[in-house]
T-cell receptor, first 112, second 114 residues
Framework: DAGVTQSPTHLIKTRGQQVTLRCSPK?????VSWYQQALGQGPQFIFQYYEEEERQRGNFPDRFSGHQFPNYSSELNVNALLLGDSALYLCASSPGTSYGYTFGSGTRLTVV | AQSVTQLDSQVPVFEEAPVELRCNYSSSVSVYLFWYVQYPNQGLQLLLKYLSGSTLVKGINGFEAEFNKSQTSFHLRKPSVHISDTAEYFCAVSDPNTGNQFYFGTGTSLTVIP
């Protein structure tokens, strides 16, 4: 049974550009959460999607937006990239509001 | 908002020795507590969690943690470490009254020395 799949695994973008990261949740999971993990730091909560709507949001600017599709997969979009957006972006899926999270291996974003 | 403090950023320990990784959280209200492990270039794997009940929680790979409400701590322990335990360990807290998102600490890098 496949776990959480994230794509791409790595990418490099130029400051000011826009980026889209993708996440396919574990089978049977309908809730997707996104976290940003800067180098040497713990993951920070960006937002959570359930039933195609943003249910909760952390302390991130509006440059960070997302979407959830009917098949529960999700995208994270970041506009006007800054050097400080360089990080590992983790997607985690869960069944509803439970704590049965499964984390993906992440997308490593480098902004130059 | 919740916050988590992991008191040691790096912990070196010899193989087969015991280890304790320390974690303190900020809130005095009811919280759920977790320990995750992250191997290089991988996502997070759940070691154990405390939601309610017994304050001594046993997890995978021989790890255990004790919830101490009066000291707002949730320290992780293992009586005998192996080389394969070398990884980054994260303590996390969640407030069930505001949702199931996590607030993570900054991590403790455990290095097991042969």
């Amino acid at each position: 049974d496949a776990g959480v799949t994230q794509s791409p695994t790595h990418l490099i973008k130029t400051r000011g550009q826009q980026v889209t990261l993708r996440c396919s949740p574990k089978s049977g999971h309908d809730t997707v959460s996104w976290y940003q993990q800067a180098l040497g730091q713990g993951p920070q909560f960006i937002f959570q999607y359930y039933e195609e709507e943003e249910r909760q949001r952390g302390n991130f600017p509006d440059r960070f937006s997302g979407h959830q599709f009917p098949n529960y997969s999700s995208e994270l979009n970041v506009n006007a990239l800054l050097l400080g957006d360089s990080a590992l972006y983790l997607c985690a899926s869960s069944p509803g509001t439970s704590y049965g999270y499964t984390f993906g291996s992440g997308t490593r974003l480098t902004v130059v | 908002a919740q916050s988590v403090t992991q008191l040691d950023s790096q912990v070196p320990v010899f193989e087969e020795a015991p280890v304790e990784l320390r974690c303190n959280y900020s809130s005095s209200v009811s919280v759920y507590l977790f320990w995750y492990v992250q191997y290089p270039n991988q996502g997070l794997q759940l070691l154990l969690k405390y939601l309610s009940g017994s304050t001594l929680v046993k997890g995978i790979n021989g790890f255990e943690a004790e919830f101490n409400k009066s000291q707002t701590s949730f320290h992780l322990r293992k009586p005998s470490v192996h080389i394969s335990d070398t990884a980054e360990y994260f303590c996390a807290v969640s407030d069930p009254n505001t949702g199931n998102q996590f607030y993570f600490g900054t991590g403790t890098s455990l290095t097991v020395i042969p």
